[in-house]
């Protein structure tokens, strides 16, 4: 990808940032965020970049999000609420982030006659599957969180623009994405508690939780280097899958040696209403069309853990 002319939604957040920072130095990257999760200082870095320029507005200000387009290649649409548990407490929130933030994007995109689309999607569309490690045309999709609903949701706005209005889309299903800049999850949520108790550690759920984890990089690259191909729909995951225990015992030799664990229970030994307790995506079409990840999943967890240290 190179002398595009690129909009970057939840350009400040986690994984947007991460990706302009891979985009900016052979593109023009428009980066946009209402900066409500995302953070002003993952962006410092381009800020004097001739190739970067930051607008801070709401993604549902399609007036304001249209001006922005002129002369846009391609949309990265990455905006969404990510805290999977803020939704069971506000159910409107996921509509409003990432269905109607979709939208709107796709919208935008029709008037300003802009053609192509990568989307951040989520294996949290699967639900419960029954079938591990989960394919993309695995069905039906059920998803048990509001966040993968409405994930879900948006993909099919995605696809139907997509029919009806000649739009190039990539849908991009993310594992557990972890790395420098990440502010949620198990990984942040560990060493907070770790912060104000260095003696015991509370985990939710009964620690069997198992699930696929990825580094930023090679989700990034991911996006990067698989957009456009086979009809657009990919998982991105590792094929190794890391549990809620390791990832607990591996924070604690990082922050709190001899840190004892407490596992507080969930439903059915899961975190939380609308965890997915097991998870693991089948990747064998990105790797088929030419993807490769560096960084299985427990050293994706090492790495983040460690990248949280560097940034403390």
């Known amino acids: 990808m190179h002398g595009k002319k690129i909009l970057v939604t ?28 995302g953070k002003e200082e993952n962006i410092r870095e381009f800020a004097s970049s001739k190739n970067f320029k930051f607008k801070k507005i709401d993604v549902k200000d399609s007036e304001a999000l249209r001006r922005e387009m002129e002369g846009v290649d391609i949309v990265f649409h990455l905006s969404a609420n990510a805290d999977v548990r803020r939704g069971f407490e506000d159910s409107s929130v996921d509509f409003r982030e990432n269905v109607q933030v979709t939208h709107t994007v796709l919208e935008s995109m029709r008037v ?4 192509e689309l990568v989307f951040s999607s989520t294996s949290a569309v699967y639900g419960n599957a029954d079938v591990i490690p989960t394919p993309e045309l695995y069905g039906p999709l059920r998803p048990i ?40 999850g198990a990984i942040a949520d560990f060493i907070r508690k770790l912060s ?23 989700c990034v690259s991911g996006m990067i280097s698989l957009h456009g191909k086979e009809e657009g729909l990919f998982n ?4 190794g899958r890391t549990t809620v225990a390791q990832i607990a015992e591996m ?26 307790k097991f998870a693991g ?31 403390r």
């Open 10 to 37: 939840g350009a400040a957040g986690f994984i947007g940032s991460n990706l302009v920072e891979s985009l900016v130095k052979d593109n023009y990257v428009v980066g946009v965020d209402n900066l409500s999760s």
């Open 112 to 115: 300003m006659d802009v053609k």
């Open 145 to 184: 969180s509001h966040y993968g609903a409405s994930k879900l949701a948006a993909e099919a706005f995605i696809f139907s623009f997509s029919s009806n209005y000649g739009l190039r889309s990539s849908v991009f299903r993310f594992a557990n994405v972890v790395g420098k800049k990440g502010t949620h």
């Open 196 to 218: 104000k108790n260095k003696s015991r550690l509370e985990v939710l759920g009964d620690g069997t939780q198992m699930k696929s984890y990825i580094y930023v990089d090679d």
């Open 236 to 239: 991105l995951g590792t094929r």
């Open 251 to 276: 924070t604690i030799a990082r922050y709190a040696p001899g840190a004892e664990i407490s596992y507080v229970g969930g439903p059915g030994g899961a975190g939380w209403i609308g965890d997915v």
């Open 281 to 311: 995506l089948d990747i064998t079409k990105a790797q088929r069309n030419g993807w490769k990840y560096e960084t299985e999943s427990n050293d994706a967890v090492k790495r983040a853990i460690d990248d949280a240290g560097a940034a």
